[in-house]
């Protein structure tokens, strides 16, 4: 009987944990007058591993722009508009809700329920998370005031996508980061 009260005041405080720290990443992510950081981006897939570098503005949890060398991509709702520096060409997708990926990573728009252990380290906390139905595990770092540091997520033997954070402050420089340059071509995948 005493242990099964000790077991469950354990999960118990372990689950607040997991939500407190969830929800501290969540609001210092989703400011009301948005976010901005650098990412570097490493792909490991099939062996191949691919490394590009990109600046974030990012509205709450409903609007986000990534700026990269060869592309703009934004994030309104679940319509991503995805616009080739090179080609002048965007392209109008909708977002699979149900779909976990690199967009959910970077917003932090991750279930409490999927969470599966806290490591409480110095500077900081490290979240780790287990999406049974996809076969997906990661983790999220972050400092202690709840700003990212990393993000991590494995989608199958030796296939990852790993997040690394840097400068990141709160406020925007202006809203026209989500404003599209003018293109020549559009592709609508959306309807």
Do not use: C
Not at 48 to 60: G, K
Not at 104 to 124: A, E
Not at 156 to 162: F, L, P, R, V
């Amino acid at each position: 009987m005493l242990s099964t009260l000790f077991l469950s005041l354990t999960l118990l405080f372990s689950a607040f944990s997991y939500n407190a720290w969830l929800e501290k990443f969540r609001t210092s992510l989703h400011q009301p007058k948005g976010v901005q950081f650098s990412i570097t981006i490493t792909q490991n897939e099939l062996n191949t591993i691919s490394l590009t570098s990109a600046f974030v503005q990012m509205q709450d949890s409903s609007k986000m722009a990534i700026d990269m060398e060869k592309e703009v991509i934004i994030v309104t709702g679940d319509t991503i508009k995805t616009f080739n520096k090179i080609t002048k060409q965007l392209i109008i997708d909708k977002i699979i809700s149900s779909e976990f990926g690199l967009f959910t990573l970077i917003k932090g728009n991750i279930n409490h329920s999927y969470l599966t252990k806290t490591n409480l380290m110095k500077d900081y906390v490290r979240l780790y998370f287990k999406i049974d139905e996809y076969d997906y595990s990661g983790f999220f770092e972050i400092r202690k005031d709840g700003t990212p540091q990393k993000m991590h997520l494995s989608f199958a033997q030796d296939q990852y996508i790993k997040i690394d954070v840097s400068n990141f402050k709160a406020g925007l420089k202006n809203n026209d980061f989500f404003a599209l340059p003018r293109f020549e071509e559009v592709i609508n995948l959306y309807e």
